[in-house]
């Protein structure tokens, strides 16, 4: 059974529906639902549309929307994993609104979990489809490069267990069923039922050469509410947690791994290592001029771990100046959503859903073309569909025709990032020249670094 998460992503759901009913398995044998969250009528009748005109190829697809729509994406899962044909089938394929399959998706996954009874999930890799449209998609590109090569695939080959990232994975269903299915609790629901699997028992499998096409935010409001999602939901988690790890019958190293490594190394000692020393105590430093820093803190350490992260992502390198500065300025977002989490404030409860431009690789847009010639010739797409409906879903598409050509959204310069940088940087200047360990070409390289930065941004707002 295949599950495609749509929410409200009207961008993208023609061609993420269009990858999943051209998987390469028999038809008779999967069942695709499309869950659709949204509150737009006009959104609801377009993937209608579409899902009723696959259904005509044959294709065993549902559309399904929730009239009480509590929980996010957890309790739209909970819904769908709630229904009686779902006892037919033995796994579950979950797709979030923007992620495309290749056709050998089930292939190269499900023949895992044969011979291999306590196996509970099957992951694949992100593939980023527009990795190279800007600065912020290259510099995300970096940190999630490391974290499928180096994370993900070192705790799959010697502990059997990583965090599920939500989508592009495989489930044994007796596996969710067994770890208490999808809750409500947490705005990491995939983190969370990854860890109530692993305390059950359940062993997971990460398949790096897998790869699954998708799209990382491209502009900064949406990956600043992103970050604070995936930043406060695990401490939040963590909480919840933490007893019934405690409580639990795995080893006891099983159990220090996930809570010093999991959960606290990467989402709490990080983020306030980073906060405080690059935005407390370095600034701090520019006015006490007794202060001062080694050089190996202000620039060795920093650069050195920039450049491990950056290793999984070589074509990266010349981005690392920008990526260090970058990574600093986000240590306040990463900081407050932590502080969110852990004390279980306001903002730890919210889930908003990352924007996507809905982008495709070649072979995908002119595939969208073909389908969009057949789909014109067919005066007709909606059979068995109420006469209301289809003049409703003429009006749309006349609207869409005759409306002018939407423009490009223009991103906010948010200058108080911009400032933070530009003070980091002057008190990283300040402090290796007070510690005259520092070449002035690399100052200045340094420099005319933040400088492109800037200039990124403020061409991004200008265009």
Same mark, same amino acid.
């Given at each position: ?34 869950? /659709? ?51 037919? =089938? ?24 044969? /011979? ?232 730890? =409860? ?105 200039? /990124? ?7």
């Amino acid at each position: 059974m295949v599950l495609m998460e749509l929410l409200w992503l009207v961008q993208v759901y023609e061609q993420s529906i269009s990858a999943v009913c051209q998987l390469d398995w028999p038809k008779d044998r999967f069942l695709i639902q499309v869950l /659709d969250d949204s509150d737009d009528e006009s959104i609801q009748y377009l993937i209608k549309a579409e899902v009723s005109e696959w259904r005509q190829k044959g294709i065993n697809i549902v559309y399904r929307h929730r009239l009480v729509r509590t929980g996010y994406k957890a309790g739209n899962l909970k819904s769908a994993m709630g229904c009686d044909y779902v006892k037919d =089938y033995e796994f579950v394929a979950i797709f979030d609104a923007d992620f495309q399959p290749n056709p050998d998706f089930l292939k190269t996954t499900v023949p895992h979990f044969k /011979d291999n009874p306590n196996l509970g999930l099957v992951q694949a890799r992100w593939a980023f489809v527009n990795k190279n449209e800007n600065l912020l998609t290259r510099l995300q590109n970096i940190n999630l490069s490391f974290h499928f090569e180096v994370e993900q695939q070192v705790n799959g080959v010697f502990l059997s267990f990583f965090g599920f990232n939500g989508t592009a994975g495989v489930w044994r269903i007796k596996a969710l069923e067994e770890s208490g299915g999808w809750l409500e609790r947490t705005t990491v629901e995939d983190m969370d039922i990854a860890v109530r699997a692993h305390l059950n028992g359940w062993k997971f499998i990460f398949l790096n050469d897998v790869k699954v096409l998708c799209e990382v935010p491209e502009s900064y409001e949406a990956y600043r509410k992103q970050q604070h999602r995936w930043h406060s939901g695990p401490m939040q988690l963590f909480r919840l947690c933490l007893p019934a790890i405690i409580k639990s019958k795995i080893p006891t190293w099983k159990k220090g791994n996930l809570i010093l490594l999991f959960f606290l190394l990467r989402k709490l000692i990080l983020p306030f290592y980073s906060f405080t020393l690059f935005c407390i105590i370095l600034p701090l430093t520019m006015f006490i001029p007794e202060a001062e820093l080694p050089v190996w803190v202000i620039c060795y350490v920093p650069v050195f771990m920039s450049f491990l992260n950056i290793l999984p992502a070589p074509k990266s390198f010349p981005f690392i100046v920008p990526y260090l500065l970058f990574e600093n300025t986000m240590s306040v977002t990463k900081f407050n959503a932590m502080v969110s989490g852990l004390f279980q404030l306001g903002s730890s =409860y919210e889930w908003v859903v990352t924007k996507k431009a809905g982008r495709s690789s070649e072979s995908d847009l002119l595939a969208a073309v073909e389908r969009e010639s057949k789909t014109m010739n067919q005066p007709q797409i909606l059979r068995g569909a109420s006469e209301s409906e289809l003049s409703e879903l003429t009006q749309l598409k006349e609207q869409k025709e005759s409306a002018p050509a939407a423009k490009k959204k223009v991103n906010k310069i948010y200058r108080k990032e911009l400032m933070l940088a530009f003070l980091l940087l002057t008190a990283s200047v300040r402090s290796l020249l007070a510690a005259q360990g520092v070449h002035f070409y690399f100052l200045l390289f340094q420099g005319v670094t933040f400088l492109l930065v800037g200039l /990124d941004l403020i061409g991004e707002q200008m265009s």
